[in-house]
């Protein structure tokens, strides 16, 4: 029976959820607390979810540790349990959390979103478990040193941590996030055809995907300034929104009152959360990156691996995936003008685009293996863990 408040369960230990049976157990394997604070679906949320299930097939013993009722959870992780806390610093929260990572015998934690990094280095110091923090983000905040090791998801979120927080060298590595590249393998024409008849549109329409959060930080009030310069030049553009948005922030209003002013409403479609992302970047003649700051881009890698090139920012880690005429094309932040530019131009350029998403392809299956990438962080965790070891010993 599973534990409940009411069935007498040891208030210290959380309520757990059952873990799904897996044939993968070694002898070697580590018991690991992934801790994440985010709630929707996002890149650092993406990332924990696939880097989970892998470390779980190569035989660890993984726990997600996350605040009720997220995206998390109600997708599922498999090989994976979850337990919930939400992290918000009491005494209470952390002496439970931690009597728990004893009773289990967690032998490293690993962090990742702000919240959950100040609430790892609590649980490091209750506990006396190593703690590893991946950077998803460029931030400037005091627990950053506190931790055992700092993973960076890009050379510029490296450099910032090393610059801005002063973790230092020894304790600190670039391991690109990673997403499953498999789902884009698999996307067959038929699925192209499904999602541009759910979109209405025509064989000859241009169809450009802008996917994420509608914040001010991913820039689509530039993307939307540009829109009267593209459509002037490329009659039949469509722009698709995907990603979630509140119609009553003032920033959604915004951008639709830019486009009420344009009289451009028929040109964007609002799609919000979509889980079969792969497909749609598949059917996207171009992908728009127009954040002003991005530490990864998690997206752009999606849309490259779908073989559909990307104009992007010149900011955070996006210089990293989208190499200038190689990938797609890279343009000042905060500039309607280059972003209408370059749009233009890929737009009446197939055979670039043909090509660039070809080359794209090619460099994110190669950067971004997935079995590598989580090779090197199975590794940076039992050299934390050994190395805790033989400071006790």
């Not at 005494?91 to 702000?114: C, F, K, Q, Y």
Request: charged residues 25%.
């Amino acid at each position: 029976m599973q534990n409940t408040p009411e069935s007498g369960a040891d208030p210290a230990i959380p309520i757990c959820y059952p873990r799904p049976s897996s044939n993968f157990a070694t002898e070697q394997s580590l018991k690991i607390l992934q801790v994440i604070s985010g709630r929707e679906i996002n890149g650092a949320l993406t990332y924990c979810k696939y880097l989970s299930e892998m470390l779980a097939a190569r035989g660890h013993d993984v726990t997600i540790l996350c605040r009720r009722n997220g995206w998390l959870e109600q997708t599922g992780v498999k090989g994976v349990r979850f337990i919930n806390c939400e992290m918000n610093r009491k005494p209470s929260d952390v002496g439970r959390i931690a009597n728990w990572m004893r009773h289990e015998g967690i032998d490293v934690l690993h962090t990742h979103m702000s919240r959950a990094h100040a609430f790892g280095v609590l649980l490091k110091m209750t506990s006396g478990v190593p703690v590893i923090a991946t950077a998803h983000n460029r931030s400037f905040q005091i627990h950053w040193r506190m931790n055992d090791f700092v993973i960076a998801n890009s050379q510029a979120t490296m450099d910032y941590q090393r610059r801005v927080n002063r973790v230092g060298s020894s304790n600190l590595e670039k391991v690109l996030c990673f997403t499953d590249l498999q789902r884009f393998k698999g996307v067959t024409p038929r699925d192209v055809y499904r999602v541009k008849r759910q979109l209405k549109v025509n064989p000859d329409e241009f169809l450009c995907g802008c996917v994420g959060e509608i914040i001010k930080r991913k820039g689509q009030v530039y993307l939307f300034q540009a829109l009267r310069q593209i459509i002037e030049a490329i009659p039949n553009f469509k722009l698709v929104l995907l990603g979630r948005f509140r119609r009553e922030e003032p920033y959604t209003q915004k951008l639709r009152s830019i486009l009420l002013s344009e009289g451009l409403q028929g040109r964007v479609k609002w799609l919000g959360l979509r889980e079969n992302i792969q497909d749609f970047m598949t059917a996207f003649d171009l992908l728009a990156v127009p954040s002003i700051e991005e530490p990864l881009g998690l997206v752009a890698v999606e849309s490259l691996a779908a073989g559909t090139p990307v104009v992007a920012t010149r900011t955070g880690g996006l210089p990293e995936i989208v190499k200038h005429q190689r990938c797609g094309l890279l343009v000042p932040p905060r500039n309607p003008g280059a972003l209408a530019k370059s749009i233009i131009e890929l737009a009446k350029n197939e055979p670039a685009r043909r090509s660039m998403g070809l080359a794209g392809q090619e460099f994110v299956y190669e950067e971004f293996d997935t079995e590598r990438l989580c090779e090197r962080v199975e590794q940076i965790y039992e050299h934390v863990v050994s190395r805790r070891i033989r400071c006790a010993a």
